[in-house]
């Protein structure tokens, strides 16, 4: 077993179910934890799905910061703990103030749900260690609000602290510096808008997908984990 | 006492607003020739309650710095009724 992973569920989450069983082919123990829950059970790394949390309405991720489960999810950080934020989860995260930045509509207005391609620009973080430095990896986004934006002073303390983790190779949103995922300054929690776990099996036509959650995995502690 | 009030949350200037472009670009397929700036945003139409007008409007501005518009990319400004 290769770590115990909280996924929290809010209303509209509809990447749960993929992000486990990605996880758990990976080799990691999964506990879905509903919103409403104000403490996180005895995990090693928490991940926020993707989907539509509380609908998205007024802003995607507005409503879902303020659910009973981010207090937990902020303590988790702040004490140095795991945390991935996956497209509405990147989301949240930056409205929470746990991520630099905010994601804006696609600079085209369009939905886009497609293969891209990715270079992994820092594999010295824990959720790409498992990556060659550059290396490009293929793994499918899939929204409408995507666009990474933050101010540009901002955006030279990040990289001039090798936050960003991720680039695309051909920006399909208008992101600033064609980040598709980045860490908060600490580097222990990171948000993409690509979907890794939507690339993790043979038949998925990618599993590049496996070195991004796999080498967030490989920060958790070996444990063995009871069979419930 | 009950306040009403509106909040326009817009993009902040030289943050790209796709559908502004996008309005500002079919406008002139309507007969509307030599239109520009148009930026698109939000409208908030709320009533609270609070003791004073000024108390009102820092209640409102409140909720916006926490909730109602994201300062990273967004502008607001509140108009009591």
Redesign the interface.
Known sequence: MSGSVGIVVFPGSNCERDCRRALESLGAHTTYVWHQETSLPDVDIVVLPGGFAHGDYLRTGAIARFSPVMGAVRDHANAGGIVMGICNGFQVLCEAGLLPGALRKNSGLKFICRWVDLRVDNNQSPFAARADAGQRLRIPINHFEGSWYCDPGELQRIRANDQVVLRYTANPNGALDDVAGVTNERGNVFGLMPHPERACEPSSGSQDGAVILGSMLDTAPAREHAHL | MNFGAVVDVM?KPG??D??GQ?VERALPALGYAGVEGVRVGKRIELTVDAGTPEEARELVAEMCNR??A?P??ESYNVTLL
């Open positions: 993009l943050i790209a796709p559908q996008t909730f109602l994201n990273v990319i």
